[in-house]
Nanobody
């Protein structure tokens, strides 16, 4: 099984950049897609981005396109979320999750094996 761990997060000002990392244990990491989710207070958890097993295809939530980039390094069993031009509306707990499949997905139900999350706060 894949067990994600998400170090990082923190407090940044609007317009700043931040990179999140998700280190996953498990022998099947390179076979499956990975995704980043976020949940703001009082709101439902939402899928932000996902990347296929090889990194060859991606999905992004419309509101983060052009600002966020998801990538992976299978040799390190790690997936990244590079966040640029951060806005206060990006404030949330971010977590990564492993997919049941190998292709990038826009469907929340495709993901399981959740990490515990890290807080990202964007405020002046």
């Amino acid at each position: 099984q894949v067990q994600p761990v998400e170090p990082g997060g923190g407090l940044v000002q609007p317009g700043a950049s931040l990179r999140l990392s998700c280190a996953a244990s498990g022998r099947f990491f390179s076979d499956i897609a990975m995704g980043w989710f976020r949940q703001a207070p009082g709101k439902d958890r939402e899928l932000v981005a996902s990347v296929s097993w090889s990194g060859g295809s991606t999905y992004y939530k419309e509101s983060v396109k052009g600002r966020f980039t998801i990538s992976r390094d299978n040799a390190k069993n790690t997936v990244y979320l590079q966040m640029n031009s951060l806005k206060p509306e990006d404030t949330a707990v971010y977590s990564c999750a492993a997919s049941r499949y190998g292709l990038a997905s826009s469907h929340d139900s495709d993901f399981g094996s959740w990490g515990r999350g890290t807080q990202v706060t964007v405020s002046s």
